[in-house]
């Protein structure tokens, strides 16, 4: 068996003796050593009341008795949480755990969570996905977000599954389900330039592929069999009570297998590895990190107050949302609490010895090693099933990456895990090779059973990460015959869907929140199925865990059982969610953060420039640097993210008149469209994917040359998620944000990142005459559906909509900008729930947006 040496050179002089032991005598069956990844950080739930618990004395009060009733899991020092009385602050926020079950802070704080749920229900951000779900519900559908006030769910006082959940019991997996072979598997940088004043300098070498590569040692490592490799009382699988089952039928990847343009090896160099020799180490690394760092890199442990979100996050509600007659139920999650200790993450405890509380700190990191999203750790040493090896093998992965090295031997030891890294890094493999090998260790399910488990549950916000996730997951289960995934999305028949779970049964099912909601209320045997879920995954969990899912997302908890294994991963982990990430994890998880200490969230090599310039040049201006773009590289794969679905449609039309090769995808797309276009622009290049938010998070195009925000984004994580579809597995890429000067404000909360001021091209008279004569052949109820988009959209910024006089001032020079004389007029009903009625300027008619714009 091949064993891999530790990085001795940067270890702690105490350790080695146990990680050498560790490593000379680990049985194949456990995690090998590998180098730990010297970025990350780890630390315990933030222990402190947050904007989010603003009621602190009801907290505590709550507290108390709960602390009385995790006392077990601490050491007597561990955790004296400020509602003990006991007069001790939190001790910093960090103490170590001293071992034992964490309870259900939620079980006595039901109440409250729902509170607070509705307390944070004027500040959701949209949702994307479950949008088209609910199109057929929706009556009026005039934008994809809107500015109205939220409205009450219908069913929010229902405290019945609340109740329901509880009562729940549990039987051991093993008991519940027989073994027995189940079903079968059916299944460029633009050299920063020096064209000052112009935004695209002109491309040179990117990227030259050369990542797959051999994986000369993997045949070295082989595991006689996948039952045999794991002792099937693992850590993991003895955490589990079970019973619930799974669904659906296996998605044909819908995805090609990526191309490798770029060099993603090269970027590798500078590696965890390397950068580790420049470390030293130090205690309490998080901690200090947290008091010093901003708010969104989780490095801030100050209570904030709700005015400072406000102002920092836009609300934004969607018009469905309002509309929709299936919200959310309140029903309460039951998990863990994250009134938790905040612990350092030691390199130790990456391998089970959690004796040391030592952790690297890397300095910040020289340009172009900071990147590097390889590790040296190679699957084939690590202990997966062997069948798992072969599809990863397949797949084309030998190496893993920084964010995978880090938290795979966690979650392979069962513990909850909320992770952090950069965006195309490699998350999607990160969660689901662990939760494989959970299903790889659990009874198989037999064609007789009824209702089989579902053991792995995938949540994701959109359908096309959904299914992408899905796609992946077959990937890596190539050569794991009896173990099926299946994906529920909105945009499809419930009753086609339904019939495909109950036929072909699966073990991972992903999911997007509102259809698997639907699922859990009107499915037969769905929720017994449900209760088998031995691991919940929360893909992009800070969005999931926003106003906007919230309630779906509490649902789904409390209809998986409490003893679960739960992952959140996310590219941004604002504080807030840090707070309430209780309400999945337990509290002893692993905060994993593989984003390096003084290193951007974003990746260095995607060069980020903002332009400011007035509405009225906005169209013009696309189209000049589409144009630029283009005449630069012929091989340009360009996403333009608009702020709602209608000026998408908006956009899309007009550079589509201007015979610009060009796709759009949105909320208001069919599926079956949304999941074709999609596919396109994978495969593609020379193509422009005009888009809403419905692709800025986690879609995974390969060799995207450049991303243009028209707008301001939702928020600093929406504009770092969107810029993340470029630069991917450490390839270059370019970013542009294009503001009206009275959307500068929002620079603010990006200052932190690598963005810097770009100079407007100057449009020609000629192309501003083109882009008039284009617009004017753009059908009139597309330029009245943008029309009254654009006005919700910024109504619901806290600081563009604060003044409504302006906001509609801002709005027909919008308007004025599609080259329409007058405003387009707004349906009462649409104007008096944005709050605009009587607003000078606005003109109104009594004509539903929906039944006027389809
Ligand atoms: N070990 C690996 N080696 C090489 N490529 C990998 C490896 N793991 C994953 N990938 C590839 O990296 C790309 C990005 O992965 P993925 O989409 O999971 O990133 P992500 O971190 O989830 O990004 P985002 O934050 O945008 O969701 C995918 O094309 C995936 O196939």
Redesign the pocket.
Known sequence: MKTTSFPTTFMPVRLLPQLRLLSTSLPATHFPPMKFAPTLSSSRAVPILSRVFPLRLRYMGLGFRRSLQTERAFSTRAFRGPRTGSGSELPRGYERRAGGASKSLIEDEAELSDWVSELRSDSPRGREDDLEGRRGRVRERGTDRESYPMKKSRRESDSGDFGESRRRDFRSPNQSFPRNGGISKRFDNKSEGDKKDRPFPPRNNRGNSN?SGEFGDSSRRRFPNPNESFSRNSGISKRFDNKFQSDDDKEDGLFPR?SNRGN?NSFSKGNSSSNLKADSFTRNRGVEGLRRGGRETGKTLRVMDDTEEEEEKPTVVRIEDLLSEEESDTAISDDDDGYGVLREKSATSLFGLDNEVSVKVLPKSSPGSSDSY?SESR?DHCSVSPLSLKGIKD???????V??EATLPVILKGKDVLAK?K???????AFLLPSIEVVVKSPPITRDQKRPPILVLVICPTRELASQASA?ANKLLKYHPSIGVQVVIGGTRLALEQKRIQANPCQILVATPGRLKDHIENTAGFATRLMGVKVLVLD?ADHLLDMGFRKDIERIISAVPKQRQTLLFS?TVPEEVRQICHIALKRDHEYINTVQEGSEETHAQVRQTHLVAPLDKHFSLVYALLKEHIADDVEYKVLVFCTTAMVTRLVADLLGELNLNVREIHSRKPQSYRTRVSDEFRKSKGLILVTSDVSA??V?Y?DVTLVIQVGVPADRQQYI?RL?RTG??GKEGQGILLLAPWEEFFLSTIKDLPITKGSVPSVDPDTTKKVERALSKVEMKNKEAAYQAWLGYYNSNKKVGRDKHRLVELANEFSRSMGLDNPPAIPKLVLGKMGLKNVPGLRSNLTSASAMHG
């Open positions: 990542s990526r993603s390889l699957f797949a084309g992965y030998e190496k893993m990456t964010v995978q890294a965006t195309g890094t490699g998350k999607t493999v992946e992009e590219a998070r986690g995974d390969p998620h993340g991917r597995k």
